[in-house]
């Protein structure tokens, strides 16, 4: 049963562009979000997250948007640059810090960035 | 600085072999786990530790033993390698957030 998943497996943006990196869950209990971002032959890095009391966070070119009644997040990246490709893995967690330390992760999303 | 080092990066076992997967972390994080990486499955939990001297399993502990005798260290066993056990594993700590080790491609013939 995954709670947390990512139905795109790859996408292919052209730089410049908007990428638009999907994720669903099923689990109500889930309060916090995560996006980790993963090269190759690298451990995954943390990119940015939202609790469930916001529906939009920023960073830079990321955002990610929370819809809790769609039970539904999205990675914006704008504008896309190539160094963004990669594999994005969505995780979520419980509120409480024993839940946060047992993400539930996606499948990952990988992500091309062509010039 | 290291923060979390796993070792080796590669390793292939014949089934039945046991192994011991090492991850070190310099940074005094209480919290260690492993995940293991699969194609279409996302990272998955096999067993993680509050401290030294407490580990309990995650969702796919079958097949593995850790222990945790110091803060720094907490290693992964695989007792008799099954092909099933075919995975990249990550070791992580978390404070507030997780850092992840760079992995250990596994591959069991």
């Known amino acids: 049963d995954q709670q947390v998943k990512q139905n795109s497996p790859s996408l292919s943006v052209q730089e410049g562009r908007i990428s638009i990196l999907n994720c669903d869950y099923t689990?109500?209990?889930?309060?916090?979000f995560l996006w980790y971002k993963k090269y190759p032959a690298e451990g995954p890095t943390f990119l940015i997250s939202?609790?469930?009391?916001?529906d939009k966070n920023e960073d830079g070119r990321f955002t990610v948007f929370l819809n809790k009644s769609a039970k539904h997040l999205s990675l914006h990246i704008v504008p896309s640059q190539p160094g963004d490709s990669a594999v994005y893995f969505c995780?979520?967690?419980?509120?409480?810090?024993?839940?946060?330390?047992?993400?539930?992760f996606g499948q990952g999303t990988r992500l091309t960035i062509n010039p | 600085n290291a923060g979390v080092t796993q070792t080796p990066k590669f390793q292939v076992l014949k089934t039945g072999q046991s192994m011991t997967l090492q991850c070190a972390q310099d940074?005094?994080?209480?919290?260690m786990s492993w995940y293991r990486q699969d194609p279409g499955m996302g990272l998955r939990l096999i067993h993680y530790?509050?401290?030294?001297?407490?580990?309990d399993q995650g969702e796919v502990p079958n097949g593995y033993n850790v222990s945790r005798s110091t803060t720094e260290d907490f290693p992964l066993r695989l007792l008799s390698a099954a092909p099933s056990q075919t995975s990249v594993y990550f070791c992580?700590?978390?404070?507030?957030?997780?850092?992840f080790g760079s992995g250990t491609r596994l591959t069991v013939v």
């Open positions: 995780a979520a967690s419980p509120a409480s810090i024993q839940g946060a330390q047992k993400l539930v």
């Open positions: 689990n109500s209990m889930f309060d916090y």
């Open positions: 939202i609790s469930s009391i916001k």
């Open positions: 940074m005094n994080h209480e919290y």
């Open positions: 530790s509050v401290g030294a001297g407490i580990t």
């Open positions: 992580a700590t978390f404070r507030g957030g997780y850092t």
